[in-house]
């Protein structure tokens, strides 16, 4: 590599390339002109950020060596002395092989939940005939709404985020209990897109996505917060049964949701009976479900392989033809129908002779790409009371506030 030391540039790029140690050379360069009164063009400027990219490295590698430390063992570096502190990446860091990974974090969830005796539940006399139903589309785990932190509205999105919302969730299931009681069934239903890609992509192929977690994180975080939060519901005494539910046909996360629902389906039934628990795996675009005199059609929206373009927004005639056709076909006879979707992130409520038809937020914050196309948008996720023999049914929209860090 060619040195650019001498180079009239080479301390200003050294500045932002300390400054940004983790973002891509193209980036720190449109960063400089932006900032900057230069009379040079982007490709000079990514010469010489190489080099400084390239000095650091050596930097890292002859602090590694003063600590002996393994750089292929170390995800992130934080070096420090009197004159400065630099947090970045490890460059030279190995990823084990993915089902490594997974093994690993399947067998560390798993003795968290099975080193004692949880007791088995117990079906109540007393509970009403009722299902809630808590319904999630659009988690996009792994999603990096912030790349570059240059998004224009810059929120925060991460593992311990989601957590942290899906403890909302559980709450305002505990709400809902406080009112009415026990319930003979809990629906955790999810409309997909649950994982936001795979290796960066969404796993349909061609779209290219900005992630801030890998896959196996991704596999981590989704697994022991769903194992966790069955477990709480259980020992809380919610319902009678819970079903979780999880369309797996889909275009964001595709087959690599239904191993992420197959490894909480293989935990749970360590745990528990199915009796008391039970997860499902919704493969295919439209699936139904009967609970009493009610059918739910479950659909993200949009498939994994073959749609062009998914269902819209807006109930239309081609819509009602096309549910029509199914509810025909699978002899549905239900007398209240209800046809639920995903995907395109809002809340829409139409509703024709035979069905309804209802579009669920998304739980993630907008991706940068929405952000700048659409602007703001909100986020959260929906709560249903659903009497068992008639169609009384309670809809409640909780909204999730996310964190926007602050732009000085």
Known sequence: MRDYSNSRYYELCKKYVNRYPNLAGASIADIILQEEELKTTRANLRMVIGWCKHELHQGLQEVAEKHNVNLSDVKHLWIKDKDSSIFVKNPDFVIKDFLEQVSDSFDEILSKYSSGVIKPLKTAKNYVKK????????????????????????????????KNSMQKVFNSIIKEYDTHGRFELLLLDNLGDQEDGWNGYTTRGGHKLDQNMTNAEVFDCVVD???????????????????????????????FGLIVNKAVEK??????????????????????????????????????????KGLPLVLDHKTINYVNDYIKFYNIDSEYIHLEKGDLHQIGYQKCSNFDYRNYMSFAPPSAWVQHNFG?????????????????????DYFLDYTKKVVQ
């Open 225 to 255: 917060t769903k194992v966790n939060m069955i477990v709480n519901l259980v020992e809380s005494n919610v319902a009678n049964k819970i079903i979780l539910r999880k369309v797996a046909n889909d275009n964001h996360s595709g087959d």
């Open 376 to 396: 703001l948008a909100y986020s959260g996720y929906s709560i249903q009371i659903v009497p068992k023999d008639n169609n009384e049914v309670q809809h409640t």
């Open 267 to 308: 935990i749970i039934n360590r745990i528990y009976s199915t009796d008391i628990v039970k997860i499902e795996h919704l493969t295919r675009f439209l699936e139904h479900r009967i609970y009493g005199k009610h059918c739910f059609i479950l659909t993200h929206g949009k498939d994994k392989k073959n749609m062009f």
């Open 131 to 162: 299902a809630i139903k808590v319904t999630t589309s659009d988690d996009h785990i792994g999603l990096e709404p912030n790349p570059g932190g240059d998004s224009l509205y810059q929120y925060e999105y991460s593992g311990e985020v989601y």
